[in-house]
T-cell receptor, first 112, second 115 residues
Framework: AQSVTQLGSHVSVSEGALVLLRCNYS??????LFWYVQYPNQGLQLLLK??????LVKGINGFEAEFKKSETSFHLTKPSAHMSDAAEYFC??????????FGTGTRLLVSP | DTGVSQDPRHKITKRGQNVTFRCDPI?????LYWYRQTLGQGPEFLTY????????KSRLLSDRFSAERPKGSFSTLEIQRTEQGDSAMYLC?????????????FGPGTRLTVT
């Protein structure tokens, strides 16, 4: 069965610091990987996705992620955090079974 | 493209009552999904439609839950005899089957509170 593990339910950074949110997946077939962001009482917005091709993918708002097959990881990074980045972030995998499997989420806290 | 819309945004009901939620997908998106998100958790798959056909249902979808997409456009999710454990955010998403990106577009969700 496919699964996603997000290490750290909460990550705290200072404004301007590097953001690193970790995601590891389990899949028996090549996965499609996604990062979504959720602001309070809102739906999910796609940040970026990996399907095929280049393993380093860039998304919106300065975020990027690298697919590492050997490590079964898809960590999300941003060089410099902004206050507006404070939100819940979800990693998800789609292995072709037509549904997304999500991790439990990481809440990013940004302090001034 | 006006995005995925859901109605209502919030619903408070008493235990034992029936509730119905509506989802309007992005036009021309033939795949429609329902997810449930409880506090502190990621969304969990409930069911999905390809056009009007319901192709898969999760074990989370008990007999009290029913979903329809009668004309392959909007969808409804009904919960009968609600229980406090049904309190959650219900998310709808849609995608175009012909796209190879597997990207799903989510609506704002319906937050259900069962008292």
């Amino acid at each position: 069965a496919q699964s996603v593990t997000q290490l750290g339910s909460h990550v705290s950074v200072s404004e301007g610091a590097l953001v690193l949110l970790r995601c590891n997946y389990s899949s028996s077939v090549p996965p499609y990987l996604f990062w979504y962001v959720q602001y309070p009482n809102q739906g999910l917005q796609l940040l970026l996705k990996y399907t095929t091709g280049a393993t380093l993918v860039k998304g919106i708002n300065g975020f990027e992620a690298e697919f590492k097959k050997s490590e079964t990881s898809f960590h999300l990074t941003k060089p410099s955090a902004h206050m507006s980045d404070a939100a819940e972030y979800f990693c998800a995998v789609d292995t072709g079974f037509q549904k997304l499997v999500f991790g439990t989420g990481t809440r990013l806290l940004v302090s001034p | 493209d006006t995005g995925v819309s859901q109605d209502p945004r919030h619903k408070i009901t008493k235990r034992g009552q029936n509730v119905t939620f509506r989802c309007d997908p992005i036009s021309e998106h033939n795949r429609l999904y329902w997810y449930r998100q409880t506090l502190g958790q990621g969304p969990e798959f409930l069911t999905y439609f390809q056009n009007e056909a319901q192709l898969e249902k999760s074990r989370l979808l008990s007999d009290r839950f029913s979903a329809e997409r009668p004309k392959g456009s909007f969808s409804t999710l009904e919960i009968q005899r609600t229980e406090q454990g049904d309190s959650a955010m219900y998310l709808c998403a849609s995608r175009k089957e012909t796209e190879f990106s597997y990207e799903q577009y989510f609506g704002p969700g319906t937050r259900l509170t069962v008292t």
